[in-house]
């Protein structure tokens, strides 16, 4: 079956920089999605990686190798508001996503 | 604001009732999807619209049923509720191109007793 592991939670400090890593097993994924949910909100969608390579996007930056079936989304200059929890998620052969159970967010300050 | 509209926000169901969640997007979306969420577990797919008049089974489709009869709706059917139907419904919608991202509705909490 397809699945995709990560970390139950991360905790770090405000100001740091902290990976959140994703492996998934699967034939294939079409590519790798992340989604960031505060708690009682809905999910908000953060950032793509169809190919391999590292995405920007601000602060936050993801990151994608399907050779190892690996990535990781990683969050710069953390602040309070960014203590959420994040999502990984993989577009399948049918063009659904299969969900992460997500990684809790712990900003200390 | 464009965007997802979930009613209810929350509900209480006794087990056996029959209850239909709402869901209607103004982006004019072709793709909408259901999703619950469990503690634990992630975000899991129920049923799927890839465009009005189409459907299609996700991961649990067992006791949900949906229906599209236009691009904006997209309701879930509980037929009997059963109290393992407890969780948090997401309604979600893109444009259908495989790497669109989705818009979630905010959520209908549903505690099934």
């Known amino acids: 079956g397809q699945s995709l592991e990560q970390p139950s939670e991360v905790t770090a400090v405000e100001g740091a920089i902290?990976?959140?890593?994703?492996?998934?097993?699967?034939?294939?994924?079409?590519?790798?999605?992340?989604?960031?949910?505060?708690?009682?909100?809905?999910p908000t969608f953060l950032s793509y990686n169809?190919?391999?390579?590292l995405e920007e996007t601000g602060r936050f930056s993801s990151f994608l190798s399907r050779s190892d079936s690996y990535g990781y989304l990683l969050l710069q200059e953390l602040?309070?508001?960014?203590?959420?929890?994040?999502?990984?998620?993989?577009?399948?052969?049918?063009?659904?996503?299969?969900?992460?159970?997500?990684?809790?967010?712990?900003i200390k300050p | 604001i464009a965007g997802?509209?979930?009613?209810?926000?929350?509900?209480?169901?006794?087990?056996?009732?029959?209850?239909?969640l709402r869901c209607t997007q103004d982006m004019r979306h072709n793709a909408m999807y259901w999703y619950r969420q469990d503690l634990g577990l992630g975000l899991r797919l129920i049923h799927y619209s890839n465009t009005a008049g189409t459907t299609g089974k996700g991961e649990v489709p067992d006791g949900y049923s949906v229906s599209r009869a236009n691009t904006d709706d997209f309701p879930l059917t509980l037929a009997s509720a059963v109290p393992s139907q407890?969780?948090?419904?997401?309604?979600?919608?893109?444009?259908?191109?495989?790497?669109?991202?989705?818009?979630?509705?905010?959520?209908?909490?549903?505690?099934?007793?």
């Open chain 1, 18 to 42: 902290v990976q959140i890593n994703c492996t998934y097993q699967t034939s294939g994924f079409y590519g790798l999605s992340w989604y960031q949910q505060h708690d009682g909100g809905a």
């Open chain 1, 50 to 53: 169809a190919l391999d390579g």
């Open chain 1, 79 to 106: 602040q309070m508001k960014d203590s959420a929890s994040y999502f990984c998620a993989g577009l399948d052969s049918n063009y659904q996503l299969i969900w992460g159970a997500g990684t809790k967010l712990i």
């Open chain 2, 4 to 20: 997802i509209t979930q009613a209810p926000t929350s509900q209480i169901l006794a087990a056996g009732r029959r209850m239909t």
């Open chain 2, 86 to 113: 407890t969780s948090v419904y997401f309604c979600a919608s893109s444009d259908g191109l495989s790497h669109s991202p989705l818009h979630f509705g905010n959520g209908t909490r549903l505690t099934v007793t």
